[in-house]
């Protein structure tokens, strides 16, 4: 299981592009909308989520979290109580955490890269309190995978893919939406 968390504001590509690549490859994937199921991005697309929030079900089944960026998105996820549950779930239980554009930051506030390579937006580095700042368009270290920004998301849905599936399978996907990069 893989929640994809919906905050007003939320970036629609940096959303919709993981739930996309990771339902073709057959992975069960669930958006939460934060504060009910009608969400509305920061592009003015409204979106309905499969669940709220607050029926995410946090157990063995889980094995991701996605977090997208966007303003105000990323701060209404960190003011989710149901998103601070889930993330720190996620750390006890060794599950991956996917956060993209300014949603890193929501981590590095929490502790959680310290000592880890990520990225994030530009301008919201000095937010990934702890962590070894980079320039790459997606970093992994151990369950954090981090990306900078809408026109990472489809690298960044590839990486989540690569962590749950294999690099074969990614490659696969590649392939089949014809992404030669």
Request: proline letters at 2%; one cysteine or more; aromatic letters at 6%.
């Amino acid at each position: 299981m893989i929640y994809v968390f919906l905050a007003n504001g939320f970036e629609e590509v940096e959303a919709l592009t993981p739930v996309d690549m990771l339902r073709r490859c057959e992975l069960e994937v669930v958006t939460a909308g934060v504060g009910g199921n009608v969400v509305r991005g920061s592009h003015g697309i409204t979106v309905a989520a499969d669940i709220d929030a607050a029926d995410i079900k946090l157990d063995d089944s889980l094995d991701m979290i996605v977090l997208p960026g966007g303003m105000p998105g990323t701060l209404n996820l960190e003011k989710s109580a149901d998103v601070q549950r889930a993330i720190d779930f996620c750390v006890e239980n060794d599950k991956y955490i996917g956060a993209i554009c300014a949603a890193p930051s929501i981590l590095g506030h929490k502790g959680i890269l310290d000592g880890k390579k990520a990225t994030c937006y530009t301008g919201f580095e000095t937010q990934l309190m702890g962590a070894q700042v980079s320039d790459d368009a997606v970093c992994t270290d151990g369950k954090i995978i981090t990306s900078r920004g809408a026109g990472t998301a489809m690298e960044f849905s590839f990486e989540l893919v690569k962590n749950l599936i294999s690099s074969e399978r990614r490659d696969i996907l590649k392939e089949s939406v014809i992404y030669k990069k």
